[in-house]
């Protein structure tokens, strides 16, 4: 890896997204307004609210980077940039990183902004840090780009890579425990839950909504989650393609 090739890639993949209006908009207005609409679901039960959102607040930035990710990785393979940039004295890694730089910045904007808005204008009430959400929200936003910089390389369309959401995203929000505690399903659901990088997003957020301090439980699922978002984008380098067949 070169520092200068990365950080070339990361300044032109943020220029080309400035000129993209509703991708910006998807990226930093969606999360938000899901939560707002989440918030007034809830409104005459607040305490529901406080468990369901701050669970949300980590797998609303972690399926809308994986989406724009996924398809502007793709659009850069299709469209034949991917296959130019190649050519020149850039490694798969520059690319990969300078991507995941790129969609990370944008991702601390992301989970800024949820994060703001759910504790301070809808009221989400946490024992702990709001920092700690902030840290958790962006870590699941990080783990969104480093699966969508993955997928994108399997996909030959931008269809295909929403076709890839029902067997990436959907499994791990049914199994995270947002719906049921995880330790009261099947074995085997059970099992698979404990290899899915959200059930611990999901419980890194929990572990904040209860305790004031950091627990052990929190250190944990923050660097699964971490941890996830980095092996992703190792693989994510290595079955990178310069071009759709």
């Not at 944990?220 to 994510?236: N, T």
């Amino acid at each position: 890896m070169n520092a200068t090739r990365t950080l070339a890639t990361s300044r032109r993949v943020l220029r080309q997204l400035s000129h993209d209006p509703r991708t910006i908009g998807l990226l930093l207005l969606v999360p938000f307004l899901l939560l707002v609409l989440l918030y007034y679901v809830f409104d005459a039960d607040p305490r529901s609210f406080d468990s369901i959102g701050a669970s949300l607040l980590g797998i609303f930035p972690l399926v809308t980077m994986f989406l724009v990710t996924s398809i502007a990785t793709l659009r850069e393979r299709t469209t034949g940039t991917l296959e130019r940039l190649l050519s020149m004295p850039l490694g798969k890694a520059d690319l990969i990183a300078g991507y995941a730089l790129a969609f990370g910045a944008l991702a601390v904007v992301q989970a800024s902004l949820a994060t703001g808005v759910a504790v301070w204008l809808l009221d989400l009430r946490i024992a702990g840090s709001p920092w700690l959400l902030l840290l958790v929200a962006l870590l699941d936003a990080l783990l969104g780009t480093a699966l969508g910089l993955f997928v994108s390389a399997f996909a030959a369309s931008e269809f295909q890579v929403v076709q890839f959401m029902p067997a990436v995203i959907f499994p791990q929000i049914l199994l995270c425990g947002l719906f049921a505690p995880r330790d009261s399903m099947q074995p085997v659901l059970e099992a698979i839950s404990n290899v899915l990088p959200m059930s611990y997003a999901v419980d890194g957020m929990t572990e904040v909504l209860r305790h004031t301090d950091p627990t052990g439980d929190f250190v944990r699922d923050a660097a699964v989650v971490a941890g996830s978002a980095l092996l992703v984008l190792a693989l994510g380098a290595v079955t990178l393609r310069r071009r759709t067949p």
